[in-house]
């Protein structure tokens, strides 16, 4: 089944600084990439997701590159502030038909002022 | 409600006793999964109902896992016979799409086993 590994598992950058957490899987048939937000004692929530048919998406300080040749998929962060301290999960499709996400063990950031 | 609700958001019992979870998923959202979430730890997918088909059981532990969707719409997770390790956040989340979409998760049930 899916393999998704996710790295670092702990990150601690300045205010202002870019983060960069990757991930890679071993589904060659995944297409979709998400990547949720989880602050402590919340839910998880989506920040940004790419399909397979598509390079790098971005949405204001969050990007997300995939290279599907070498399986791996990342999340930078760029400007980053106190608020963006939270575990970042990235997770990958799999299964044919129906298909369900198997998520990364996570990534703890920790942006100091 | 707009979101996913599930219940309890806390239980504590004791190893051996049998515990249910429920879920109540966004109106409409045909896609609905369970996952477990350790102290600490990433999200650990345990099972996924996607309409009426048959569900995806792949995840679960141990039999003494189960899990039902009745209507397509609410879904119970038991888990029979506890144990300390079972102890863990359990995460419900639906989808619109079957799959490859938004999963829009609810504020979890936090087990803990004595």
């Known amino acids: 089944g899916e393999n998704v590994e996710q790295h670092p598992s702990t990150l601690s950058v300045q205010e202002g600084d870019s983060a960069v957490i990757k991930c890679t899987y071993s589904?060659?048939?995944?297409?979709?990439f998400p990547w949720y937000k989880q602050e402590l004692g919340k839910r998880p929530q989506l920040i940004i997701d790419?399909?397979?048919?598509?390079g790098e998406k971005k949405d204001q300080r969050i990007a997300v590159t995939l290279n599907k040749t070498a399986k791996h998929f990342s999340l930078h962060i760029t400007e980053t502030q106190p608020e963006d301290s939270a575990v970042y999960f990235c997770?990958?499709?799999?299964?044919?038909?129906?298909?369900?996400?198997?998520f990364g063990t996570g990534t703890r950031l920790l942006v100091s002022p | 409600g707009a979101g996913v609700s599930q219940s309890p958001s806390n239980k504590v019992t004791e190893k051996g006793k049998d515990v249910e979870l429920r879920c109540d998923p966004i109106?409409?959202?045909?896609?609905l999964y369970w996952y477990r979430q350790s102290l600490g730890q990433g999200l650990e997918f345990l099972i996924y109902?996607?309409?009426?088909?048959?569900?995806?059981k792949s995840g679960l532990p141990s039999d003494r896992f189960s899990a039902e969707r009745t209507g397509g719409s609410v879904s119970t997770l038991t888990i029979q016979r506890t144990q300390q390790e079972d102890s863990a956040v359990y995460l419900c989340?639906?989808?619109?799409?079957?799959?490859?979409?938004?999963?829009?998760f609810g504020e979890g049930s936090r087990l803990t086993v004595l």
């Open positions: 790419i399909r397979s048919n598509v």
């Open positions: 589904d060659s048939a995944s297409n979709y």
């Open positions: 109902f996607q309409g009426n088909s048959a569900p995806d």
């Open positions: 997770a990958a499709s799999t299964g044919t038909g129906f298909q369900k996400l198997v």
């Open positions: 989340a639906s989808s619109l799409d079957r799959g490859a979409g938004e999963l829009f």
């Open positions: 109106s409409g959202h045909t896609a």
